[in-house]
């Protein structure tokens, strides 16, 4: 067994107990430390979840020398400045997405990550389960023939109005908290479009009377057309006011189609839906969780140095093109917090 790796946790955030705490402790890792702004709520949160001991603040947590690996569930708006001070603390950083507020801080966070010499990954864990894997082999056989159109469409009920996904200081809208899945999504098939996507347009809008003027700016939803360097093109749809949970990814070739049902939550949904000119077939993939996929993989790479498909470069990538649609759709880019 390969020594565990031992990690630090910033905040208590909800996200981190399937994210996080759940598949390292599977794996037999260490959870050496948690930092909150409210230290009752760490404690709390280390009683519940078996972490080692509570530290007074983030800048303790990242000065433990024990600590090697930083896990960065907090606000939108606090990953940029937290991913930097990790990684300018030599910690491997696993961040949730995503990584920073705007594209010229992420493009930070790329060169921090590049000078440290450690690892940064951007938490997009629907990569590493077999339904988006399935996807990818459907294309890459030859199955589904050249592609030609993808759509993604990541939807949610409205967050209450004080919820931070509603802050635009803190980086929120349904876009940097949604619709970067369905972007990513697109970005990581350039291998069989001839190079990554691009915005063709983008519109979107404000929630309704939505709550503090914190709000005023902040995308309810967001619709953009992308396009491919091989002509494919794109459609990437999100929503913060939506009726119910919807997560799809349907790519189109030109000699069939393949329909992820909840691509963002596989774990919950595992049917893929192909269709050809041979028939119509479901296939399931799994019910094991992506986070516990994604953790496993992030470790081999940490430990041994395997092949992993995410790092700070594809993060800033992502926020590249997130800022493209929020220029192309009349919203301004996220601030830096």
Known sequence: MSEPLRIGILGAARIAERALVTPALAGGHRLVAVAARDRDRARAFADAHGVERVVDSYAALLADPEVEVVYNPLANGLHGPWNLAALNAG????????????????????????KSGTVFMEAFHYLFHPVTRRLHQLLASGELGELRHVETVVAMPAP??????????????ALMDLGCYGLHAQRVLAPWAGGAP???????????????????????WLDAELAYPNGATGSARCSMVDDRWRATCRIVGTRGEATALDFVLPHQEDRVVVRTESGERTEELGRRSSYAYQFDAFAAHVRHGEPLPLDAEDASATMRLIDACYTAAGFTPRPRS
């Not at 209450?160 to 809208?173: I, K, T, Y």
């Not at 691009?198 to 309810?220: F, K, L, N, Q, Y």
């Open 91 to 114: 910690k491997h950083v696993l961040s949730e997405k995503p990584s920073a507020s705007n594209a010229e801080e992420a493009a930070e966070v790329r060169d921090a990550a590049e």
């Open 160 to 173: 209450p109005d004080d919820d931070v996904r509603w802050s635009f200081p803190l980086a929120g809208g």
């Open 198 to 220: 691009e915005v063709v347009s983008a519109r979107g809008g404000e929630r309704d009377g939505a709550g503090s003027t914190d709000a005023a700016g902040v995308d309810a």
